[in-house]
T-cell receptor, first 115, second 116 residues
Framework: DAGVIQSPRHEVTEMGQEVTLRCKPI?????LFWYRQTMMRGLELLIY????????DSGMPEDRFSAKMPNASFSTLKIQPSEPRDSAVYFC?????????????FGSGTQLSVL | AQKVTQAQTEISVVEKEDVTLDCVYE???????LFWYKQPPSGELVFLIR??????QNEISGRYSWNFQKSTSSFNFTITASQVVDSAVYFC?????????????FGTGTRLQVTL
């Protein structure tokens, strides 16, 4: 079975541009998570979905960030307008359930550089 | 509030040496789960092990072993006879009974460099 698939692997953009990151979770997983990894703050949870519905977006840093999950096999994280401080690695992860015992399956991440 | 501390930022060893990565956690939950994830240079995070708070048995998987001690709130990870392929960043993580996987708290990671 394919793992979590993220695209693009690398994104370089200029400040002010819109950036869209994409994620395909593992089939049958009901939970999808977006994380951001930076040197300063480590791994931070931005938002998660259960059955395509956003459950907790308290980690989304600003209104410039938005996430959608139109169906069970696709999610996007959008930044508009992007800023240099958004430069980070963005990970998508999925899990079968949302219980504390559940392990997460991570994608390879998107390395975002905002110039 | 939950907290995971990985005091070792970076460790460098020579191949075949044993190495232990420390993880100390804080939680008020009586039921909780501890995890280790590996992040190789390719970037993705890979699940290594999960332990629940009621199971203090140490676990061994090949060259990897984990020592869970509730008395010291530690969940340390040992690699025996390290290999270059073990070079990665290792994250310890914690989730609680009242939370969900969404409340997974990660440590800051320990970068392990294994050289020939």
């Amino acid at each position: 079975d394919a793992g979590v698939i993220q695209s693009p692997r690398h994104e370089v953009t200029e400040m002010g541009q819109e950036v869209t990151l994409r994620c395909k979770p593992i089939s049958g997983h009901d939970y999808l998570f977006w994380y951001r990894q930076t040197m300063m703050r480590g791994l931070e949870l931005l938002i998660y979905f259960n059955n395509n519905v956003p459950i907790d977006d308290s980690g989304m840093p600003e209104d410039r960030f938005s996430a959608k999950m139109p169906n069970a096999s696709f999610s996007t994280l959008k930044i508009q307008p992007s800023e240099p401080r958004d430069s980070a690695v963005y990970f998508c992860a999925s899990s079968r359930t949302g219980t504390g015992v559940e392990k997460l399956f991570f994608g390879s991440g998107t390395q975002l550089s905002v110039l | 509030a939950q907290k995971v501390t990985q005091a070792q930022t970076e460790i460098s060893v020579v191949e075949k040496e044993d190495v232990t990565l420390d993880c100390v956690y804080e939680t008020r939950d009586t039921t909780y789960y501890l995890f280790w994830y590996k992040q190789p240079p390719s970037g993705e995070l890979v699940f290594l092990i999960r332990r629940n708070s009621f199971d203090e048995q140490n676990e061994i998987s090949g060259r990897y072993s984990w020592n869970f001690q509730k008395s010291t709130s530690s969940f340390n990870f040992t690699i025996t006879a390290s290999q270059v392929v073990d070079s990665a960043v290792y994250f310890c993580a914690l989730s609680g009974e009242t939370g969900t996987a969404s409340k997974l708290t990660f440590g800051t990671g320990t970068r392990l460099q294994v050289t020939l």
